[in-house]
């Protein structure tokens, strides 16, 4: 039986979308796309990434598997299980939680049933605690894919996740 090549985990747009970012880089540090690589799999994952995609984008990259699993477990935007279709970040750092960050993680515990590090049973919704988003003006605050929601208050809260699909 023939091992199949790992790079073939990866969508051929998916691979055309990291070639780009490989050509950003002198052609001998290939490696330094392997962030935008992470999140160019992860985003054709469905939001989360496995050991086989990882092992892939290693491959790609001609990178020791070790050092992709690295970035990939160092940095909060990469996810190692299946997340919700709406991914809520809640910055929950110093800015946010002296303007009621801790008020608004209750609020969407209680609205949603989970906790942070889990999706609701109709896989809508994940919660994810986060360090800082950078809009420490807004806070307290929360990001739901690229966008950020600042200035929460709960009922906020429950006319933006009433208005999501």
Not at 7 to 16: G, K, P, T, Y
Not at 107 to 136: M, N, W, Y
Request: glycine share 6%; net charge negative.
């Amino acid at each position: 039986m023939t091992e199949r090549d790992p790079v073939q985990l990866i969508s051929e747009e998916s691979r055309a979308d990291i070639d780009r970012w490989i050509a950003k880089y002198p052609a001998d540090q290939k490696q330094s796309a392997v962030m935008a690589a992470l999140r160019i799999v992860q985003d054709q994952n469905g939001g989360h990434l496995t050991t086989e995609l990882m092992d892939a984008v290693a491959r790609y990259l001609d990178m020791d598997p070790i050092a992709v699993y690295e970035v990939a477990t160092f940095y909060s935007m990469y996810e190692m299980k299946p997340v919700g279709r709406h991914k809520i970040c809640v910055c929950t750092n110093i800015s946010c939680m002296l303007c009621g960050s801790e008020e608004i993680v209750r609020h969407l515990q209680k609205r949603l049933g989970i906790g942070f590090g889990e999706v609701t049973p109709d896989g809508r919704f994940s919660l994810k605690e986060v360090e800082c988003l950078g809009a420490c003006v807004g806070a307290p605050m929360f990001q739901i894919g690229k966008r950020y929601y600042e200035h929460l208050t709960p009922e906020k809260v429950d006319q933006i996740l009433d208005e999501l699909d």
